[in-house]
């Protein structure tokens, strides 16, 4: 169990009440926050306070005595540039400037869609150049980019994790190798938070699926430092799956899949 409290951005949408209930089953002190409220019960030792993390002072006074910061909030798949910017850029801030006031670990739900406009030919190791596949991938490219400057400048720790495709299951071919399994998230996000240390860089970049043999496209990264290694696997999901595919070579071409396909204008 974490020393010190942790506070949870997007603890009502659908990974923040995975990770709620699957923490709080195992005692952790969390303190959640959302614009929408809390749908479940809340486990004994959680506390939830409505926030938008537009709104700076509230973040600040959340992050308070809070040794870890579980930044799952925001907007979470593609939208317009004018929907993204407010809580996916100025709400980043604010986290994490509360984390640099706090001396807390940040562990940010950065996505695939960072780098998505890499080919699945590509194979890619954690320095590898991002590649965003639409506005929503930029600010999760910002936002590691501003992990980056906070540890820099500050010293601030960052865990950042490109989550593949994190559902109750694979439902198409691509998540043959993107998917991460809930019960991998989970022990993701305790080893990111209990590990000692990030090594002597203090960030690691970690390709979050879980170990599915179709996942040829990601390669090195920090998982050693933080002691993971995802348990289960896509794999079993092959034979009913495979022939599961966009049928747009655009679409296929790209890691980021669909996202890659929104408004995609360049000569085939
Ligand atoms: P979700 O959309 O279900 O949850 C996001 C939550 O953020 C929602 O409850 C929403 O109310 C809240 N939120 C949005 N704007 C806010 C604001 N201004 N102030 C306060 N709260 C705000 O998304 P999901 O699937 O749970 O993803 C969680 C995080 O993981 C997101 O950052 C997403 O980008 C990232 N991620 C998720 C993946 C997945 O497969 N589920 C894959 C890659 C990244
Ligand atoms: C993401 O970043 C999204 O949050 C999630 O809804 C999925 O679209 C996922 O990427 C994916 O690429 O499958």
Same mark, same amino acid.
């Given at each position: 169990v974490p020393q010190k409290p942790v506070l949870l951005t997007g603890a009502s949408g659908a990974l923040g009440r995975v990770l709620t209930r699957a923490l709080g089953e195992q005692g952790w002190a969390l303190r959640l926050t959302d614009r929408a409220p809390f749908p479940d019960p809340l486990p004994a030792g959680a506390r939830f306070q409505l926030a938008d993390l537009e709104d700076g002072p509230a973040i600040l006074r959340l992050a308070e005595g809070c040794g870890t910061i579980l930044h799952f909030g925001g907007i979470s798949v593609e939208h317009p540039f004018e929907t993204v910017i407010g809580p996916n850029i100025r709400g980043l801030y604010h986290v994490y400037d509360a984390a640099r006031r706090e001396g807390a670990r940040m562990i940010f739900a950065s996505s695939n869609h960072a780098i998505g406009f890499h080919p699945r030919s590509a194979v890619l190791d954690d320095d590898c150049s991002l590649a965003p596949d639409g506005f929503y991938g930029l600010s999760k490219a910002y936002g590691e980019l501003m992990g980056g400057l906070y540890r820099d400048k500050h010293g601030v720790e960052s865990v950042f994790l490109?989550?593949?495709s994190c559902f109750p299951e694979p439902t198409d071919a691509r998540m043959l190798a993107t998917w991460l399994s809930y019960a991998d998230l989970t022990r993701l996000i305790a080893r990111a938070t209990l590990a000692p240390s990030l090594g %002597?860089?203090? /960030?690691?970049?970690?390709? &979050? #699926?879980?170990?599915?043999?179709?996942?040829?496209?990601?390669?090195?990264?920090g998982r050693a430092v933080?002691?993971?290694? %995802?348990?289960? /696997?896509?794999?079993?999901? &092959? #034979?009913a799956l495979e022939g599961k595919t966009s049928g747009d070579p655009v679409v296929e071409r790209y890691q980021g899949g669909g996202f890659a396909g929104i408004d995609y204008s360049r000569a085939a």
């Open positions: 490109r989550i593949g %002597p860089a203090g /960030s690691v970049v970690i390709w &979050a #699926a879980s170990n599915n043999s179709r996942m040829t496209w990601w390669r090195r990264d933080i002691g993971w290694t %995802p348990q289960d /696997s896509a794999d079993s999901y &092959a #034979a």
